[in-house]
């Protein structure tokens, strides 16, 4: 078996050590790339959750509307000083507002699963 000139050994040896370099770049890229996207679901997890709650204050604020027609209502009722035809307007508009508050629930039950599903894909991404 012969041995192979030192010249040669030199060569393989700076070869072997390009590529562990090459190597080392890829892997460090990779990992700039895996915290960038870390990076950008966390981004979208705070957008989310700030949309949650900006839904739950737009849903207080329905609420308080319609406990504010509904005290309107009350109050007409018991002083008895109101005709029929402004008991049904109220009627109407509590009814409508009651709609916006179901309306408002609904954007809020799709915030909250956009959340929950932007937190499973962090959890993914931090998993791998």
């Known amino acids: 078996m012969s041995q192979q000139p030192s010249h040669l050994r030199a060569t393989d040896a700076d070869d072997s050590v390009r590529a562990a370099q090459e190597d080392e770049s890829d892997a460090r890229a990779a990992?700039?790339?895996?915290r960038a996207a870390v990076s950008k679901i966390e981004t979208a997890v705070n957008a989310t959750r700030t949309a949650v709650r900006d839904g739950q204050t737009s849903v207080r604020g329905v609420q308080a509307a319609v406990s504010s027609?509904?005290?309107?209502?009350?109050?007409?009722?018991?002083?008895?000083?109101?005709?029929?035809?402004?008991?049904?307007?109220?009627k109407e508009a509590l009814k409508k507002e009651r709609e916006a508050l179901r309306d408002a629930n609904a954007a809020l039950d799709k915030r909250e699963a956009a959340l929950k599903h932007t937190n499973a894909a962090l959890k993914e991404a931090n998993a791998t």
Do not use: F, H, P, T
């Not at 990992?31 to 895996?34: E, G, L, M």
């Not at 309107?72 to 018991?78: H, I, N």
């Open 31 to 34: 990992v700039r790339d895996a």
């Open 69 to 90: 027609a509904q005290q309107r209502l009350d109050k007409w009722m018991d002083s008895n000083l109101m005709e029929g035809q402004i008991y049904l307007d109220l």
